[in-house]
């Protein structure tokens, strides 16, 4: 049986992996550091499968209801 | 004039609103053919009223979630169990129902499943009626007592089964099937019976009937085929398509089907959600079942609330229930923990510690009698202070 995607799950929102710059745009625009954000455990099957490591932040592209679309973060801990 | 496409596309690159506002404004706005000078109006007024709209600083959202949440649920039904679409699968609705999701358990009282099934071409699962049927019975657990009869021969030491031809033949299970997984599960002597059609003798290992007892109650466990749990499987005819509803709850093990379709299969257990596809799908699920339910009893409460509900509850990365085992349990102060239940434990517990309680929360300053950090509460003034005053008075007057 061939795996599938959990990301393509009509539950499961766009996680990736943040870059250096653009976290620092994200923290510096709600002035605070990254243990802040909400958290998400390493051995989240989401996480194995994007494959992001402890200290990594992720960007959640959720499907709002209120908003259309709304951007979250994650820490990813142990 | 009335401006086009591009123009308002460029007026509205920067404004900070949420996508579908946005694109609200712009349908709206083209329609009604606008000037210039116009749309500048209405792009201040739409800002406006959105800041208007926006919740304020330092508000206590959390209790008017709490309320939002806790007055209809005082209209709830106390006990409903209800019929999901055809009267065949009973799950727990009302209030028992949204308990269960605020307190996180781990199995809900009525686990249930929708399986979508997979629609890539015209003769796909979910439009062929008998590979749905045949799906249905790999996915039900199929356990002797649907199959045969079982008798115990107390004479002769051994269990008969006389398997039903049709039954089988219905399930897809073979003689040689049912021998092969009661030796595997039971690690006894299974035979097929020589001289009558469809019969199975199993003999304990041990002639004795206390053995043989056990044996017989034993083997109602086993299951001979399908899913360990999905105790039974429901075809539904929606639209075009077909659905499978279960009782009981895998969803691991379901996704492996073929046939099933991954991206729409879904279950009722958050605890199973979170585990085979992560927090954020538990989140979303948290908020689907708990306004499901409200809605089920005609109560509307707005999304918000209950999306506040499910980010606190998601929010270490694990599901935590609202409560004592959670977002209760693990506040910091020991006042706001006393005051939710067990007082006398925390506070002794805290005693011998030499516990420190910062007074921060809302909780601990209302029993001891200081304004609470909410609202205005919150605000306060910070004086620079300035070493040389009289200094800076020549730089004011110049």
């Known amino acids: 049986m061939t795996k599938f995607s959990l990301l393509d799950h009509e539950s499961v929102p766009i996680h990736e992996i943040m870059h250096e710059a653009e976290l620092k745009s994200v923290l510096s625009k709600y002035s605070i550091e990254k243990e802040q954000f909400p958290k998400i455990r390493v051995e989240d099957p989401v996480i194995k499968e994007i494959g992001a490591t402890i200290g990594d932040v992720v960007k959640i592209k959720r499907k709002s209801h209120t908003a259309g679309e709304a951007d979250y973060y994650r820490l990813v801990i142990e | ?398």
């Open chain 2, 1 to 398: 004039m009335a401006i086009g496409e591009s123009t308002i596309e460029t007026m509205t690159r920067d404004m900070p609103l949420p996508a579908n506002i946005m694109k609200t404004l712009k349908e709206e706005v083209l329609r009604a053919g606008v000037n210039k000078k116009q749309m500048e109006e209405i792009i201040e007024q739409v800002l406006l009223e959105y800041e208007m709209a926006c919740i304020e600083p330092c508000d206590a959202v959390g209790v008017v979630a709490a309320q939002s949440i806790g007055e209809p649920g005082t209209q709830m039904t106390m006990r409903t169990f209800h019929y999901a679409g055809v009267a065949e699968i009973n799950v727990t609705l009302g209030l028992p129902r949204l308990v269960e999701i605020v307190d996180a358990r781990k199995i809900p009282s009525t686990p249930m499943m929708t399986i979508a099934l997979s629609k890539e071409g015209p003769d796909d699962y979910a439009y062929d009626r008998e590979k749905t049927r045949i799906l249905a019975w790999e996915i039900e657990a199929t356990k002797i007592d649907h199959i045969a009869d079982v008798t115990t021969d107390l004479s002769q030491m051994k269990l008969i089964i006389d398997l039903h031809e049709k039954a089988m033949y219905g399930r897809n299970i073979t003689i040689e099937q049912v021998k092969e997984k009661f030796n595997d599960e039971l690690n006894v002597m299974v035979a097929i019976s020589p001289d009558i059609d469809n019969q199975v003798i199993i003999t304990p290992n041990e002639a004795s009937y206390r053995e043989l007892l056990q044996l017989a109650k034993s083997i109602h466990d086993v299951t001979l085929k399908g899913i360990e749990g999905i105790k039974r499987v429901v075809v539904r005819k929606e639209g075009e398509e077909y659905t499978l509803y279960t009782e009981g709850s895998a969803l691991r093990e379901v996704l492996q089907f073929e046939g099933v379709d991954r991206t729409r299969t879904t279950t009722n257990n958050i605890n199973e959600i979170y585990e085979v596809l992560g927090i954020e799908a538990a989140r979303n699920s948290i908020i689907k079942e708990a306004t499901d339910t409200l809605r089920e009893q005609g109560l509307t409460v707005d999304i918000r609330h209950i999306m506040l509900v499910a980010d606190l509850m998601t929010c270490d990365g694990e599901v935590k229930q609202i409560g004592r085992h959670g977002i209760s349990g693990e506040k910091s102060s020991v006042f706001a923990r006393a005051a939710f239940e067990v007082t006398v434990n925390h506070l002794l517990d805290a005693g011998m510690r030499g516990d420190v309680d910062l007074l921060q929360g809302v909780t601990e300053n209302i029993i001891v009698g200081q304004p609470i950090r909410m609202g205005t509460g919150d605000v306060h003034l910070v004086a620079k202070k300035r070493p040389n005053v009289l200094a800076a008075k020549d730089d004011c007057e110049l």
